[in-house]
Every structure is written in C-alpha cells, then in structure tokens.
C-alpha cells in the first residue's frame, strides 16, 4: 500500500515525539510492504516566526494533499503568557480542523493495568475503563460570532442538524463494535442548542436498535467519570463539553502521556496527541512519545492497515509491562524519548518475544 501523510511537528516537544512516531511507521512500512511518504508543514508558534501566521497556505496544501496526517503540539510561553497577543499557536489549529473539515475528535482513554497505581484515582474504580469520547469539533461556542461590547463581551453557540448528525452517526457506528452504549453528554434543561443535540441524537438512534442511548447532563458526566467511569462506553458531546470531559478522562490512565486522539472528516484526517508542547522539556530527550505513537496506530486504522494498528498497540504494551518508559511514568529507573522509540520499532521489527524483560536486561534488545 502507498499512502501520503503529512506531517506537521509543531512546538515544544512536538518535534521529538513526532520523530518517534515516523519511526514506528517506518518499521510498519519495512514489515508489511507499505510505502508511506512524508511532506513536512510548520504550524503553530514555530510557523509564527517564520511567516507571521500560525498555519501557512503551504502547511494547509500539505494536509489537503495527504491521505492523513500526523500532529505533535502547538504552543509557546511568549505567546501563552501574552493575553494581547493579535496572532496565537491555536489560532492555527482551529483554522486547519475548520478548513479541512475535521468535525469529529475521538479520544480513547484505557487504563493499563501496569499504570493503574499513577492515576489519582482508587484502582477499583478504574480497572478495565475503556471508553472513547466522540467530540464534535468544528461547530458550537468556539466557532460562534465572538465580541466585545462597550461594557461587556458575548460568544455565540450555534449548532444545525447536519452537525449533530453526522458525529452522532459516528458514535452509534463506534458502538456497534464496542460495547453497544453510548451516553450523550449536554446540558438540555439549560441550553438551547442541548435540546436540539437531545432531539437529534435521540432520533438517530432508532436507527441503531442493538446500541442503548442514555443522556446526561454534563455537570453529573464530569462527577460520574470520577465515581464510576467503567459506566461508560461511548460518549457523544459537543465541542466545549468534549474539549472539558475528555480531559477530565485523562487523569483516568495517570499520564496525558498516553492518550492519543484522531481529528476525522470526510477528506483526510489529523492524528495526534492530547498533550500540550511541554516547552520546558524541549531538547531534553524525556517526552513520553507513547501519545503520539498511538495516534500514528488510529492513523494506520484510518488507513484500514488494522493489523499493523493492532501491532504497534501490542509493542506499546510490552514497552509499558517492561518498564520501557519515559520518566512521568518511573522516576526511579527510566529511558530517553529516542530510547522508548527504539524499543517500540524493535518489537515490530522482531516480535514481541525480543521485547522481554528477560532479553531487555541481558541487552538483546535494540535500545540497550
């Protein structure tokens, strides 16, 4: 198979992690008999300085162009801690998920059990949580008409039904191979544009009689997700809702190390992780790259190489069940970013037997 990706590495650690993750797709490529070829974009803080905006005509042909594309982070402290700053990072991505058509953000959350102790949360409570959060992502208060009055501000949140539609049609799908729930999440007995998602969702349902719809309201969403989040499956939301609640998820798996997402529209789509640019870890060698190389395994989904998906999950694991992490999961004892992305290539590249602890201390594997 021969796919383009584009691959946009953004700020911070965005660059290290993004590395890591064309490694693991190379090994893919070479096992399988893939060929996947790279164009390189600048976006974010980066392609400020060099261009004066956030995401360049030539960033935006780039994705345009490419089957899909890979992400690593966006973000400085010169223009985070600047509140008057005219351009900003983000101001590039929201721009590049509205101009692509990426309506669809879907974050999985998994608690490994090997990292069940880092999370903040009882381990009763977590053990065996899979859950993956549908986020429309182009529509809603972030995109509404935004201003200032003489004595006050307003942001507008606006929502049609082909908006709802087709993310809900996307959850219910998701469903039917999961577990076959999904849990809408609004605030209906408040907002307006909640009881149109309400309506529609409720009505495209029918059309899945094997999945069970249940709705809740936001505010008991984000206190069920740290009561009982095993109660979840898939949940459907909106932008600002999703944005929240799957983050609040993140603390589930004890590392925003570990949760990749995927951005889908109807032409290509974007992988990355939910992490931010970390600038104060950059150059380091100690971002956790396992985020994005997770991202690359929804891509290889995306591009219905589920095998190959399937086995860079796998070595993932290993590297987790083996110690081969990054220091935000062992203080004690720990390996560099290049270091983790090594291993992971080396269980691809040579079977997961050849990722052992046994082999990994007597120095067999590749990244001792």
């Keep these: 198979?021969?796919?383009?990706?584009?691959?946009?590495?953004?700020?911070?650690?965005?660059?290290?992690?993004?590395?890591?993750?064309?490694?693991?797709?190379?090994?893919?490529?070479?096992?399988?008999?893939?060929?996947?070829?790279?164009?390189?974009?600048?976006?974010?803080?980066?392609?400020?300085?060099?261009?004066?905006?956030?995401?360049?005509?030539?960033?935006?042909?780039?994705?345009?162009?490419?089957?899909?594309?890979?992400?690593?982070?966006?973000?400085?402290?010169?223009?985070?801690?600047?509140?008057?700053?005219?351009?900003?990072?983000?101001?590039?991505?929201?721009?590049?998920?509205?101009?692509?058509?990426?309506?669809?953000?879907?974050?999985?959350?998994?608690?490994?059990?090997?990292?069940?102790?880092?999370?903040?949360?009882?381990?009763?409570?977590?053990?065996?949580?899979?859950?993956?959060?549908?986020?429309?992502?182009?529509?809603?208060?972030?995109?509404?008409?935004?201003?200032?009055?003489?004595?006050?501000?307003?942001?507008?949140?606006?929502?049609?039904?082909?908006?709802?539609?087709?993310?809900?049609?996307?959850?219910?799908?998701s469903a039917q191979n999961r577990r076959k729930h999904v849990t809408l999440v609004d605030k209906a007995n408040v907002l307006e544009t909640s009881r149109l998602w309400r309506e529609r969702?409720?009505?495209?349902?029918?059309?899945?009689?094997?999945?069970?719809?249940?709705?809740?309201?936001?505010?008991?969403?984000?206190?069920?997700?740290?009561?009982?989040?095993?109660?979840?499956?898939?949940?459907?939301?909106?932008?600002?809702?999703?944005?929240?609640i799957s983050d609040e998820a993140s603390v589930i798996g004890g590392s925003l190390g570990l949760l990749p997402s995927a951005s889908v529209g109807d032409k290509t789509a974007m992988f990355e992780p939910i992490h931010g640019s970390y600038p104060q870890a950059t150059g380091q060698n100690i971002a956790n790259p396992l985020a994005t190389i997770l991202s690359a395994a929804m891509m290889l989904d995306h591009l219905g190489l589920i095998d190959e998906a399937i086995e860079v999950r796998q070595a993932v694991n290993a590297s987790l069940r083996n110690g081969m992490v990054t220091s935000d999961l062992a203080k004690e004892q720990s390996y560099g970013t290049d270091r983790v992305g090594d291993f992971i290539v080396n269980c691809i590249s040579d079977g997961e037997e050849s990722c052992a602890q046994s082999n990994i201390q007597a120095g067999l594997s590749t990244i001792i």
Aim: proline residues 5%.
């Design 1 to 173: 198979m021969k796919k383009k990706i584009g691959v946009l590495p953004g700020d911070g650690i965005g660059p290290e992690v993004v590395a890591e993750a064309i490694k693991v797709l190379n090994a893919v490529a070479e096992k399988y008999g893939h060929t996947f070829t790279y164009s390189y974009g600048d976006v974010g803080a980066i392609a400020i300085d060099k261009t004066g905006e956030p995401l360049p005509d030539e960033t935006l042909d780039i994705c345009e162009q490419s089957d899909a594309f890979l992400f690593g982070a966006i973000g400085h402290p010169k223009y985070d801690n600047d509140p008057k700053a005219k351009v900003r990072p983000e101001q590039g991505l929201l721009k590049l998920r509205k101009s692509l058509g990426l309506y669809a953000n879907i974050r999985p959350v998994t608690a490994y059990d090997s990292l069940l102790h880092m999370s903040p949360l009882k381990t009763e409570k977590i053990k065996g949580v899979d859950i993956v959060v549908y986020r429309e992502l182009t529509g809603g208060i972030y995109f509404g008409e935004k201003g200032r009055t003489e004595d006050g501000a307003y942001d507008h949140c606006t929502y049609s039904n082909y908006e709802i539609d087709r993310i809900a049609h996307l959850a219910f799908q």
């Design 201 to 244: 969702v409720t009505e495209i349902a029918k059309e899945y009689p094997e999945v069970k719809l249940d709705a809740m309201f936001v505010d008991n969403a984000a206190m069920q997700m740290i009561q009982n989040p095993k109660q979840f499956d898939v949940i459907l939301t909106e932008n600002m809702f999703g944005d929240i």
